[in-house]
């Protein structure tokens, strides 16, 4: 059975930093790629960031770029986001999603709120 559990989330002021984690189990993680997405109340789900399943080649969403970074650690079958500068606009529930293509499948994590605001 895969699972797909993030943590991390929380209230945080405009400006600050978080760090979502995103454990995996149940799957062969370093087949995956990796992605972290978000939905805002009244929103479409977005994708915030993506890495390959050796962690060669990140995506960003624009409105992310140069605030948040993602990562892996194929050894401990965890995923990371890390979000600085921190702005109102980032409130959402984050979610992990493993993917891969041959065979396909999609998996999808339970969501972390992430709240920022003073």
């Known amino acids: 059975q895969v699972q797909l559990v993030e943590s991390g989330g929380g209230l945080v002021q405009p400006g600050g930093s978080l760090r979502l984690s995103c454990a995996a189990s149940?799957?062969?993680?370093?087949?995956?790629?990796m992605s972290w997405y978000r939905q805002a109340p009244g929103k479409e789900r977005e994708l915030v960031a993506a890495?390959?399943?050796?962690?060669?080649?990140?995506n960003y969403a624009d409105s992310v770029k140069g605030r948040f970074t993602i990562s892996r650690d194929n050894a401990k079958n965890m995923v990371y986001l890390q979000m600085n500068s921190l702005k109102r606009a980032d409130t959402a529930v984050y979610y992990c999603?493993?993917?891969?293509?041959?065979?396909?499948?999609?998996?999808w994590g339970q969501g972390t709120q992430v709240t920022v605001s003073s």
């Open positions: 999603k493993a993917a891969r293509l041959v065979p396909v499948r999609r998996y």
């Open positions: 149940g799957l062969t993680f370093s087949n995956y790629a």
């Open positions: 890495i390959t399943s050796a962690g060669g080649i990140t």
